[in-house]
């Protein structure tokens, strides 16, 4: 039997939450069990993010020597290198998530560590890419923001996250860095701890859904989805599975370095979102720090459609820490935890 409960509050000591759809394990309409399959289990490095565009896995990789490889999911081969890591020519120090370009023509990469996104070619078969334009997030002038996952959502305006704060969920920049600021109208804060605390538990993911008309931002250490309209408009709030998901880190250590340090008992919530568009897909987590199997791990994927509403819970066979979806020829790719190898999941 589906369950959807319409919450008019749901409050604890840091956060009040107006009219949100609250969502159980027994909302969704189907369960599916799904196995994996291998297409490579011999990657050498530390695999940390997974983006598809076109037909190649882009692999963002935290090994020392290199940050983006190339897997030909057609071919099921490993390509080489794409992007590696220094700061010569075309080198980056770190990336996030990596992104197509409006166009779908390029592909664009952030580089946490340099404060700039970089556009570069697209999938170069044998050959390290060209970078070919570069946004800088120069520190003078963005001294109090450090920017997270920024995404094309026109040819002249993009969205990103500020990790530095949590009221804001996130921001609109032009090509020029003019930005804005967008808030979510039914949250309110109570300010019951410092502000790095508080950025850090309100910290988000944020995709963008393929036609560009809605951004879905989920919570790190909190368990809401936010679903926006392109203009900044929110359109919907999700919550769940689990009632009273409560925060919990250890206090007196986070008062005493300034920054908000784990407990056991801290729980994580959503770990990677990807969205078609026809659905939202979550890798939601819900295990604590304390958990043998790693809360920054998980076998399952949530998906909602672009209203909020729970359709299809998926139960992996293992555990993964990031993936992609391709809903044309039904399968989600993924990096498998704690082996490292690259695989994916038939949906059929």
Request: charged share 25%.
């Amino acid at each position: 039997m589906v369950s959807i409960l319409l919450a008019g509050c749901d409050s604890n000591e840091y956060i009040e939450i107006k009219d949100a759809v609250i969502f159980n394990d027994k909302s969704f309409k189907e369960v599916k069990m799904l196995s994996h399959t291998d297409i490579d289990t011999e990657f050498i490095g530390n695999p940390v993010r997974m983006t598809k565009v076109d037909t190649f896995l882009y692999i963002v990789d935290s090994s020392i020597d290199s940050v983006v490889h190339l897997f030909d999911v057609k071919n099921n081969l490993y390509r080489g290198l794409m992007v590696g890591r220094g700061t010569g020519p075309n080198e980056l120090l770190s990336s996030g998530y990596v992104h197509p370009s409006p166009d779908n023509q390029f592909v664009w990469l952030y580089d946490i560590t340099g404060r700039q996104w970089v556009k570069y070619g697209k999938a170069n078969v044998g050959k390290i890419s060209v970078m070919t334009e570069k946004i800088r997030f120069v520190k003078d002038t963005f001294a109090t923001m450090t920017v997270e996952d920024p995404v094309w959502i026109s040819d002249s305006l993009f969205v990103c996250v500020n990790l530095n704060s949590f009221k804001e969920r996130f921001y609109f920049f032009d090509r020029q860095l003019k930005h804005k600021p967008v808030y979510n109208p039914r949250f309110s804060f109570k300010k019951n701890a410092p502000d790095f605390v508080l950025n850090e538990m309100f910290s988000i993911l944020l995709n963008v859904k393929p036609d560009k008309s809605k951004i879905v931002l989920g919570g790190r250490y909190f368990d809401c989805l936010e679903v926006y309209h392109s203009s900044g408009i929110l359109s919907t709030l999700t919550k769940g599975p689990e009632k009273g998901f409560n925060f919990n880190y250890d206090r007196q250590r986070s008062y005493a370095r300034g920054a908000m340090i784990k407990s056991p008992e801290t729980r994580r919530a959503y770990l990677c979102l990807k969205s078609t568009d026809e659905r939202i897909y979550a890798l939601y987590s819900g295990k604590e720090k304390q958990d043998v199997s790693n809360y920054s791990n998980s076998d399952v994927v949530f998906t909602f459609d672009w209203e909020g509403k729970p359709l299809t819970k998926y139960v992996l066979d293992c555990q993964i820490i990031s993936f992609d979806v391709d809903e044309n020829n039904k399968k989600i790719y993924a990096i498998r935890e704690p082996e490292k190898s690259i695989i994916y999941f038939d949906l059929n």
